[in-house]
């Protein structure tokens, strides 16, 4: 059996440990060995998930990758209320999660929850709005207006599954005290598809302009910088736009991961790449955001007011 | 006088439409089938009346509007009725416009060409999308001014007339204000909405 050993902290950077433990070809099965695990996030969670369907895919369905879930309760306990293991189920074979799910706590903001049509974007909207604009407005100090524009990005970013994947995808959110990296709150985004990945869905239309050009890392860059879209509706290849114009508003990350490239946004107190290639090949589109609070200054008339 | 005749006027409630047309349970505008939805109920029953019609898209009980759906009600249904095989003349207006409203609106409409007369939530009109410099002083001259023919437009915002002459027929190409031929004469939506222009 081989084992895919998951690092102790799961998150956008260390998922690439995970997407290069990615057997090249499968003809044994897998333990997908999470017992060192201490933090991990959505991105994390997302990256586990796809991490099983796709070995999932490759084993068909009586070869079902096993996982070892983490041994801290702590981890364990979280991931029930992120509702880690209703999705986890039909991916893995897992011994030792809770049999109840855990009930979901003010500290998660969206549960994992599958993208697979415009209705359950609908559904995540309304589901969510109402907690984030609490969120976002008492806790990272967001204006009220600015606010609704999570809900905005949130619909965006399903609706760039469903409208370009071609596969169906998980969507999950969750704010966190980021005491020691930053010093502050963040409220942390992340998407997952299992599809064609920006150079699938942009190839037909675009590819043969690029030329031997042509790669994951020219499509990411297409798409994110240029606004580019398979589509000819002018009207079309917005939602990403905006997504980046709100999060850099906002002194926020943004990266998308697709294929073997990863692009990003970075803002200054982040140490991160702009673009990055030749990346372990792990299939679909896989997104990070990361909104940190606003720092306000006292006496500033934007600050929202105690308890409002 | 000069009458623009008899123009009728439409208002959709976003938000309660969504609710009829779209899909009960839910009541924010986000998603293209979304506004697929909405713009083609608009359209029918702006196709149903058969004449010249003035539209007021209301999005006062609008929480959440994205872009896409935005690009598909807003700025699909102003090209639909820019083409020139549009089943009747009609004129749109947007009001209830909050701040979160607002960027989706203009960000949509601007990069296609687009305007809209937007009747923000304050009360104040704004023209919302993408509007040359001479074309945001005609339209402000005539909104000012109600109806007026070119000339006063010119006068009111002392600008070259033949510059006016163009922003103006540009506007009305646009659907933001609407025009009568003989005599010239343009009429600024905001009043001809408030009914103002039909009682004189």
């Given amino acids: ?308 | 006088m000069t009458e623009l005749g008899r123009v009728i006027p439409l208002r959709f409630d976003m938000s309660e439409m969504v609710r009829r047309s779209v899909a009960t349970l839910y009541s924010h505008l986000v998603t293209r089938p979304t506004g697929q939805a909405l713009r083609m109920g608009i359209e029918a029953q702006i196709a149903e009346l058969g004449t010249m019609c003035l539209t007021v898209l209301d999005f006062s009980e609008v929480a959440v509007l994205d872009y896409s759906c935005a690009d598909e009600v807003v700025a699909k249904l102003i090209k639909r009725f820019q083409r020139e095989d549009r089943p009747v003349e009609a004129y749109f207006m947007a009001r209830g416009i909050e701040n979160r409203h607002q960027e989706a609106i203009d960000v949509v409409l601007g990069r296609q060409g687009l305007a809209i007369t937007a009747e923000l939530a304050d009360g104040r009109v704004t023209l919302l999308g993408e509007a040359s410099a001479s074309e945001l002083a005609a339209w402000n001259g005539l909104d000012a001014l109600g109806r007026a023919a070119p000339e006063q437009v010119a006068e009111a915002t002392r600008s070259p007339q033949a510059e006016i002459n163009r922003a103006l027929e540009s506007l009305a190409r646009r659907r933001v204000v609407a025009r009568v031929d003989i005599p010239r004469t343009y009429f600024a939506l905001r009043p001809l909405a408030a009914g103002s222009l039909s009682r004189s």
């Fill in chain 1, 1 to 308: 059996m081989k084992v895919i050993t998951v690092p102790g902290t799961l998150d956008d950077r260390s998922f690439e440990q995970l997407a290069s433990s990615l057997p090249p070809a499968q003809g044994e099965r897998v333990l997908v060995d999470a017992r060192r695990v201490r933090w991990v996030d959505p991105y994390g969670m997302l990256g586990l998930l796809a991490l099983g369907q796709v070995l999932g895919d490759r084993a068909g369905p009586r070869e079902r990758p096993r996982l070892q879930l983490p041994d801290s309760t702590e981890v364990v306990s979280y991931m029930g209320r992120m509702g880690f293991y209703n999705r986890a189920a039909a991916l893995y074979e897992m011994h030792g999660a809770p049999r109840k799910q855990a009930e979901g706590t003010s500290d998660v903001l969206l549960e994992i929850t599958p993208v697979t049509s415009h209705v359950d974007v609908h559904q995540i909207v309304d589901r969510v709005n109402e907690r984030a604009l609490t969120i976002l407005t008492r806790q990272l100090l967001y204006p009220l207006n600015e606010a609704f524009q999570f809900s905005v990005m949130l619909s965006e970013l399903c609706q760039n599954i469903i409208e370009h994947a071609g596969a169906s995808g998980w969507v999950a959110t969750q704010t966190y005290n980021w005491a020691r990296r930053l010093g502050r709150k963040v409220v942390s985004i992340a998407v997952m598809d299992l599809g064609v990945g920006f150079h699938g869905s942009l190839g037909g239309e675009h590819a043969a302009r690029y030329g031997e050009r042509w790669s994951d890392a020219s499509a990411l860059q297409a798409a994110f910088i240029h606004g580019v879209t398979r589509f000819q509706d002018p009207g079309r290849g917005q939602g990403l736009q905006q997504i980046r114009r709100q999060t850099r508003r906002w002194d926020g990350w943004i990266a998308i991961r697709s294929g073997t490239a990863r692009i990003a946004d970075v803002p200054t107190w982040s140490d991160g790449t702009p673009l990055e290639e030749g990346l372990a090949p792990f299939p679909g589109t896989q997104i990070s955001i990361i909104l940190p609070s606003r720092v306000v200054d006292q006496g500033d008339p934007g600050r929202p007011e105690e308890g409002a």
